[in-house]
Nanobody, 121 residues
Framework: QVQLVESGGGLVQPGGSLRLSCAAS????????MGWYRQAPGKQRELVAQ???????TYVDSVKGRFTISRDNAKNTVSLQMNSLKPEDTAVYYC???????????????WGQGTQVTVSS
């Protein structure tokens, strides 16, 4: 099994910064991608940022220039530096990893438990 543990959420004022971190552990043969999704109340979960082993980094348009994803493939960790936060960034943020647990198995997505980010004055 694969476990993802997140940390770093909290309450911050508009314009402030937060850093989310996530570490994956367990039976990881290969980690193909890691990233962050978020889900606000009444809305669908959306991809915020993703980094793949092939070097592709993706951001949702609403966070470009404000958020930065960084990943350490050797350590199976991923972080999300969030600057210039806005009230509309308020959501539960979920870490995910696309992992192969053995050379004979395909890739599956694994999720963290979620961490709340609230941007409010």
């Amino acid at each position: 099994q694969v476990q993802l543990v997140e940390s770093g959420g909290g309450l911050v004022q508009p314009g402030g910064s937060l850093r989310l971190s996530c570490a994956a552990s367990g039976s990881i043969f290969r980690n193909d991608a890691m990233g962050w999704y978020r889900q606000a109340p009444g809305k669908q979960r959306e991809l915020v940022a993703q980094d793949t082993t092939l070097g592709s980094t993706t951001y949702v348009d609403s966070v470009k220039g404000r958020f930065t994803i960084s990943r350490d493939n050797a350590k199976n960790t991923v972080s999300l530096q969030m600057n210039s936060l806005k009230p509309e960034d308020t959501a539960v943020y979920y870490c995910y990893a696309r992992v192969k647990v053995s050379p004979l198995r395909g890739y599956n997505a694994y999720w963290g438990q979620g961490t709340q980010v609230t941007v409010s004055s």
